[in-house]
């Protein structure tokens, strides 16, 4: 499978390259030259296998490197039971896709257990002898995962960025605690959308990236704008459906919808490819918070970025530029590259673009979106634990609440898959202030308050942090990110 830039669809790469550059020269993201097919004898192949098996037969398609032993040994032992993604029914129609039962309760786990054997093959692949260095923007989650995918691997060095008081207690303990010489994490003075613009500005810098080369490095990124990132999460909303079909809870063929919280917009992108590769997916079903910059563009086809950032209990999700739109945006303009270029020329000059009307009612086929204010993820969070004795974290809160939203409008009858991006205890205070109207704001005591009124134990992965070593202390201003990083690989010598 070769793999083309979203602003230059001429070039074609080979995955091996696509993965190790993460980001095309012109400042497009990679896509697949093609979707493969899956069709009703694989679908049924699918439901015979585990997770694992799932992984391999979908990655394989889009390889020219085998993939089995890749998946073996970034999963094996990493989620509990084995089980990245289990599915639980909670009702009629409602459908739990737990995604945060990895090593760092979140679904970044998924595909960031692939990255370091994605990308070493990639490496032997093309010959390339260099060192990695892995720059990663992340609004709390990405970076952790990062951070314990690539611990003390081979040949690779891991720079986390995080915006400084813009993540929960937990996802920062969670960062500032990892272990391994190789990764570093760093404070930003703003928010994730200027980590991302420094990292996606560093990575384009021809003198910057020459300058590191001269030190022996290449510059990659652990971002869902690296199509390495992107692909292991097409596996789970196959691995849904074949669950589903397993069980009897959909027909051959039947349609079901995907309920996704939203952000940098690639976990929703994902479901997107699915469907486009043969899976019936009817409506995806877009979620955010009040940063609802999506929202508004499904609406009107007006993206426009020029609004204040706002700080919620779903931090994951606070972005207002989210880097996958450009891949979708590539599809529905029939891969129009120029047109492309045009677009995000725009949002580079003024921060705003705009499709054409028929452009923004094809979206409509595809998706719904809607957002939760702070007030309805909550009182989400609480009529879902009185009805159904489940804690939803706060990101999945704005899935379920967009689910309601698009039920109630639609009366659509197909089953619907909520996809569960984190583990409730990583928000403990903000889950324990939804469900009891108590102020808590220690993550360790309201985790614990949590424990003591539902089914959900703490996991060894929060409880732990409370005795772990803080090793990283850096803030920084966003002007000196660049600085940093080869102030990072100074002292690495
Ligand atoms: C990253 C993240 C999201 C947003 O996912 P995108 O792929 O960026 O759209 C949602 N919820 C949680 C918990 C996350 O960590």
Redesign the pocket.
């Known amino acids: 499978m070769k793999f083309v830039s979203t602003r230059n669809k001429t070039e074609k790469k080979s995955f091996s390259d696509a993965l190790i550059k993460g980001l095309s020269d012109d400042g497009g993201l990679f896509v697949p030259d093609e979707f493969p097919i899956f069709t009703h004898v694989d679908m049924d192949k699918l439901c015979e296998m585990s997770y694992f098996e799932r992984a391999e037969y979908i990655l394989s398609r889009f390889s020219e490197f085998p993939v089995g032993k890749i998946v073996e040994k970034g999963y094996e032992g990493s989620f509990e039971e084995d089980e990245p993604a289990p599915l639980l029914k909670l009702d009629d129609g409602l459908f739990i896709l737990e995604l945060f039962h990895g090593p760092t309760l ?3 786990d998924l595909a960031l257990r692939l990255l370091p054997g994605l990308i070493a093959a990639a490496k032997a692949q093309a010959g390339d002898k260099t060192r990695s260095l892995v720059l990663t923007a992340t ?4 970076g952790k995962a990062a951070m314990d995918a690539f611990a003390d691997a081979d040949g690779i060095d891991v720079m986390v960025f995080y915006p400084y008081g813009g993540v929960s207690k937990a996802q920062e303990l969670q960062m500032t605690t990892q272990e391994g010489a190789n990764v570093s994490a760093v404070a930003v003075r703003g928010n994730f959308d200027d980590c991302q613009r420094a990292v996606k500005d560093a990575m384009n810098d021809r003198s910057f990236v020459e300058e590191l080369k001269k030190q022996g490095y290449s510059v990659c990124s652990a971002n ?1 704008i690296n199509i390495g990132r992107l692909l292991p999460q097409i596996v789970y909303y196959f691995s849904a459906y074949a669950d589903m079909l397993s069980a009897g809870e959909v027909k051959k063929g039947g349609k079901v919808n995907f309920a ?10 994902a479901g997107y490819y699915a469907k486009k590769m043969g899976l019936p997916v009817n409506m995806l079903i877009c979620a955010s918070n009040e940063n609802n910059v999506l929202t508004d563009f499904f609406a009107t086809g007006e993206y426009n970025a020029n609004r204040e950032l706002k700080k919620t209990i ?1 931090p ?2 606070d ?1 207002l530029v ?1 880097s ?1 739109l450009e891949r979708l945006l590539f599809e529905l303009c029939g891969r129009d590259d120029g047109r492309i270029r045009e677009l995000f020329d725009a949002l580079k000059g003024k921060g705003v673009y705009k499709i054409s009307e028929d452009g923004r009612k094809k979206t409509a086929e595809d998706f719904f979106a809607w957002c939760a204010d702070e007030e309805v993820t909550k009182s989400t969070i609480q009529a879902f634990f009185d009805e159904y004795d489940y804690l939803l ?1 706060p ?2 809160a704005t899935a379920i609440a967009a689910r309601e939203k698009y039920c109630g409008m639609t009366h659509d009858k197909a089953p619907t898959v909520v996809v569960a ?2 583990h409730p205890y ?1 928000f403990a205070p903000a889950v324990y202030e939804a469900v009891m109207d108590i102020d808590e704001p220690d993550a360790f005591r309201a985790a614990a308050e949590l424990e003591d009124i539902s089914a959900v134990e703490i996991p060894a992965q929060i409880s732990g942090l409370k005795s772990k070593k803080k090793l990283h202390n850096t803030v920084i201003e966003k002007a000196k990110i660049k600085d940093t990083i080869i102030e990072f690989l100074r002292s690495k010598k």
């Open positions: 979140a679904f970044k609004s709390g989650d990405t869902s996704v919280p939203t952000g940098n917009f690639g976990n929703i992108l779903s994951s999700m972005i989210s996958n974290d990101h999945t991006t984190a990583k």
